[in-house]
């Protein structure tokens, strides 16, 4: 087990946004959480890697109980984020904000590879290293927030909302991107998302999430043809 959270919970002042939640990953699954916006989503994937406090639960990863580490221990761990909306810095170049994602790690083979890695398979991100991030595209921009998290060669990424505010034709590219990294790759991924036909399409597993408890879970293919479901969260 990669990555097993129990009965998590999570509050912002007297709002409970999360209650007694348990969910698990193996290595090399892509299981994806969806839920109508406020389901408490996002609040899951903050607590996993230490964004926010958690008020009950435990968070496991790699068998190792992190649950009162602060979040560089966890990213340091293996854990990265790609949060909602790639919130870049827009003065930063390309490359510069490429390389937060490796603050701290000396300049070595390994991670120039990395980067190479990473500009092969987003080439407009070494075509565009220089310029400001604030130049890039709105589907630039999420390339860039997934390459920054994948620079340091996580074990597990979390991945919140990445389709919001792009266009069809880019939340295509993106989904098939994430599915081509977990297939080809092996990497393990924790995806957060409204857009619930898009996540289960890609996703081994899923959980459903509704006022911040979880009411459905199972194979994907599985929640993807049940009838109740579709007509509570997939609008059918």
């Not at 857009?195 to 459903?208: F, W």
Request: charged share 25%; with cysteine.
């Amino acid at each position: 087990m990669l990555l097993e959270v129990r009965d998590l919970a999570v509050s912002y002042g007297d709002i409970r946004a999360v209650s007694g939640v348990s969910l698990e990953l193996d290595r090399g699954e892509l299981v994806s959480i969806i839920g109508a916006n406020g389901a408490g989503k996002t609040s899951i994937l903050s607590g996993i890697i230490g964004m926010v406090p958690t008020l009950g639960g435990t968070i496991r990863f790699k068998g190792e109980d992190i649950t009162a580490l602060p979040s560089y221990r966890r990213a340091r761990g293996g854990i990265r984020l790609v949060p909602e909306r790639a919130r870049l810095f827009p003065r930063l170049t390309v490359h510069e904000n490429l390389m937060t994602g490796a603050y701290g790690r000396p300049r070595s083979a390994e991670l120039d590879a990395r980067v190479r890695w990473l500009h092969e398979l987003f080439p407009i991100l070494g075509e565009k290293r220089r310029q400001p991030a604030a130049t890039l595209s709105g589907g630039q921009q999420q390339q860039l927030a997934i390459a920054r998290a994948l620079v340091s060669a996580p074990e597990l990424l979390l991945v919140d909302e990445i389709s919001m505010g792009l266009m069809p034709k880019l939340v295509d590219q993106v989904f098939a991107l994430l599915s081509d990294l977990n297939r080809r790759q092996g990497l393990t991924i924790l995806l957060v998302e409204q857009n619930a036909v898009a996540a289960l399409a890609i996703s081994h597993r899923a959980y459903v999430l509704e006022t911040g408890r979880c009411v459905f879970q199972g194979k994907a293919e599985e929640l993807a043809g049940d009838s109740k479901l579709k007509a509570a969260y997939l609008g059918e």
